[in-house]
């Protein structure tokens, strides 16, 4: 479970911009009258989708329908890559409907970290070895060649660019501009195709329509309030912010802040992220048994004793589904996922600088988990490691992967902080 939620989170903003660098440039052979950069936009708003892009005035949106079949043609084009569906599209008005140049927008609801595209030639590299399997000569694509170009974040406003080039038989060199604005409900792809011939005179206008994405405030990527901030919580305010954040995740609201709701746990009195030891004694007993209803009952009562307790939502994902309960199954995966994400959104784990923040040794635990690491057996080891204000927790152990030696950094300070409320200090 922890597995799944830590590779959706790490690698899908990225894989998902190269799927549909590939999926869609092969649907339109006529040429589009040009509209010049720089002149007044048409503003297109989807309020119910978070986002508005502006489109010269001559410019019109792609009915659904065609979209659809363009969709749907697009395993001809890469059969091996994933299937992907286009929100909107747009094109000049005088133009067939999917002449060159034309933009699409593709919505996912994948939550990704900025940190995520920290190594960008790596992210390179892994498009590219994915682009070499999906265009297999075997499968019947038309893709000839397809290579990713540069590749940008722009972390101020949370923003992928790319570009790519691909030859498509029958149409020849395409080039594609494209940006993934990466929001707290998911990733706003806008993608420009021009033909190659003619990228240069359209570039600018790609640009501008790209760059005219305006993402709904509800949604928008934030700074991180500082720890400190959140430490400094006082029992009072961390009661009423824990159950107001615990109230609107019952209610659905996945748009709250999860690492807010962590550390108003630390701090509340009305919460435990950790459970008591014989609830977790017998909580391992009855999955040793496969008593899923048993699982049940207990990791329910250890989430209403502590909403932030992610081990325990990631066993009741699985517990519920086990007894055929999917809509609780999803409920309690989903939040597993946004508790593990507002730890990787942090930091990556690989310095006391980058740690990762924790709020209990479960958690570092569940993390550990979801990198395919062990918190416990032979050759695992940890220490305390105190740095002027700040306490770490070090982990040591081999990666089962590469079979090499790994260290993860934990910043334990609301650890130390409750215990040195518990010892008194």
């Known amino acids: 479970m922890l597995n799944s939620v830590f590779g959706l989170t790490a690698r899908s903003g990225i894989i998902h911009l190269a799927v549909v660098q590939l999926l869609f440039v092969c649907h339109?052979?006529?040429?589009?009258?040009?509209?010049?950069?720089?002149?007044?936009?048409?503003?297109?708003?989807?309020?119910?989708?978070?986002?508005?892009?502006?489109?010269?005035?001559t410019w019109r949106e792609i009915d659904p329908a065609t979209l659809g079949r363009m969709s749907s043609a697009a395993h001809l084009v890469a059969p091996n890559a994933p299937e992907l569906r286009i929100s909107h599209g747009y094109t000049s008005a005088g133009a067939p409907e999917t002449g060159y140049p034309w933009v699409a927008v593709m919505l996912t609801d994948d939550q990704v970290s900025g940190l995520a595209f920290k190594n960008l030639e790596s992210a390179q590299s892994t498009v590219n070895d994915l682009m070499k399997r999906w265009l297999d000569p075997a499968s019947g694509g038309i893709i000839q060649k397809a290579q990713m170009g540069t590749m940008s974040y722009d972390k101020d406003r949370h923003v992928l660019w790319g570009s790519s080039q691909s030859i498509v038989t029958g149409i020849g060199d395409l080039r594609t501009l494209s940006a993934a604005y990466v929001t707290r409900a998911g990733i706003v792809q806008v993608h420009c195709y021009a033909k190659a011939s003619e990228y240069e005179e359209y570039e600018p206008l790609c640009r501008q329509i790209i760059e005219s994405v305006t993402i709904d405030p509800k949604v928008?990527?934030?700074?991180?309030?500082?720890?400190?901030?959140?430490l400094g919580m006082s029992a009072d305010q961390a009661d009423t912010t824990y159950r107001e954040l615990v109230a609107r995740v019952k209610g659905g609201d996945f748009l709250i802040d999860f690492r807010t709701l962590r550390f108003a746990c630390v701090r509340?009195?009305?919460?435990?992220?950790?459970?008591?030891?014989?609830?977790?004694?017998?909580?391992?007993?009855?999955?040793?048994?496969?008593?899923?209803?048993?699982?049940?009952?207990?990791?329910?009562?250890?989430?209403?004793?502590g909403f932030a307790n992610v081990a325990a939502h990631a066993t009741l994902a699985k517990a519920y589904a086990d007894i055929g309960k999917p809509e609780q199954a999803k409920f309690h995966f989903d939040v597993t996922t946004a508790l593990i994400r507002s730890i990787y959104d942090i930091?990556?784990?690989?310095?006391?600088?980058?740690?990762?923040?924790?709020?209990?040794?479960?958690?570092?635990?569940?993390?550990?988990?979801?990198?395919?690491?062990?918190?416990?057996?032979?050759?695992?080891s940890s220490g305390r490691v105190i740095e002027g204000p700040h306490q770490y927790q070090k982990w040591e152990m081999q990666d089962p992967k590469?079979?090499?030696?790994?260290?993860?950094?934990?910043?334990?300070?609301?650890?130390?902080?409750?215990?040195?409320?518990?010892?008194?200090?």
Request: charged share 25%.
């Open 268 to 305: 509340s009195s009305h919460c435990d992220p950790r459970g008591k030891t014989e609830d977790l004694l017998a909580l391992k007993q009855a999955e040793a048994d496969h008593r899923a209803e048993r699982v049940v009952e207990i990791a329910e009562r250890l989430i209403e004793q």
């Open 347 to 380: 930091g990556d784990g690989k310095t006391k600088e980058t740690a990762f923040e924790a709020i209990c040794r479960r958690e570092e635990c569940a993390v550990l988990a979801a990198r395919h690491l062990q918190c416990s057996g032979p050759g695992v």
């Open 402 to 425: 590469t079979q090499k030696n790994t260290v993860v950094f934990f910043n334990v300070d609301a650890l130390a902080q409750t215990e040195s409320h518990v010892n008194g200090k």
């Open 28 to 57: 339109a052979l006529a040429q589009a009258p040009t509209s010049p950069a720089g002149e007044p936009l048409h503003r297109f708003e989807y309020p119910a989708e978070n986002f508005s892009i502006g489109l010269p005035a």
């Open 220 to 230: 928008a990527m934030t700074a991180a309030v500082p720890l400190s901030q959140l």
